[in-house]
C-alpha cells in the first residue's frame, strides 16, 4: 500500500536556508518511489519556487517565513510554496522556452528561467492569492508502476 501523509516545512526567507526544503523535497520524492531523476526534477522546481518567493515577494529581505506543504498521494505529489511578500503578476500561460547561444555563455541572463523551468519537470502549476497568502502550486505525478 503506498505511503501518504502531508507535511509543513517552514524557512526564514534567506537564499542560504533553501538547500533544506531541497534536501527534504528529494527525500520524501524518493520515499514516495519517485525515481532519482524524478525526484531531482521535483527538487529543482519546488527550490525554483521558493528562491522566487525570497526575491520577488519578499525582495531578498530576511525575517520573513517561507512555507512548504508537501502532500503525498497515491497517485502524484503536491508542493504549495506560500508566503505572504508581493502578489506575483500570474498569466498561467507557460513561458516559451529561452533562446540559448551556446557559442556566447557569457550573454546569457543570470535569472528569468525559474517558472520555464517549473513547468517543464512538473506536470501542473498553479496560483492563488488566498487573503495575504500567496500559493504556488507544483504537481509531480508519481508513474502507475510505481504507484502501485
Known amino acids: 500500500m503506498p505511503q501518504t501523509g502531508t507535511i509543513t516545512l517552514t524557512i526564514d526567507s534567506r ?31 519546488v527550490v525554483e519556487a521558493v528562491n522566487n518567493a525570497i526575491e520577488h515577494a519578499y525582495d531578498n529581505r530576511a525575517g520573513h517565513p517561507v512555507e512548504v506543504v508537501v502532500t503525498v498521494d497515491n497517485d502524484r505529489i503536491v508542493f504549495q510554496v506560500c508566503d505572504w511578500g508581493r502578489t506575483l503578476e500570474w498569466t498561467g500561460e507557460r513561458p516559451p522556452a529561452p533562446i540559448v547561444n551556446a557559442d556566447d555563455t557569457a550573454s546569457l541572463p543570470e535569472g528569468g528561467r525559474g517558472l520555464f523551468i517549473m513547468y517543464a519537470f512538473t506536470d501542473a ?22 504507484a502501485a
Open 15 to 45: 537564499i542560504d536556508h533553501v538547500f533544506l526544503v531541497g534536501s527534504a523535497v528529494n527525500k520524501i520524492c524518493t520515499a514516495a518511489a519517485l525515481s532519482e531523476q524524478e525526484a531531482y526534477e521535483a527538487e529543482v522546481s
Open 125 to 146: 502549476i498553479d496560483y492563488r492569492r488566498r487573503g495575504a497568502k500567496n500559493v504556488l502550486t507544483l504537481v509531480k505525478h508519481v508513474p502507475r508502476a510505481q
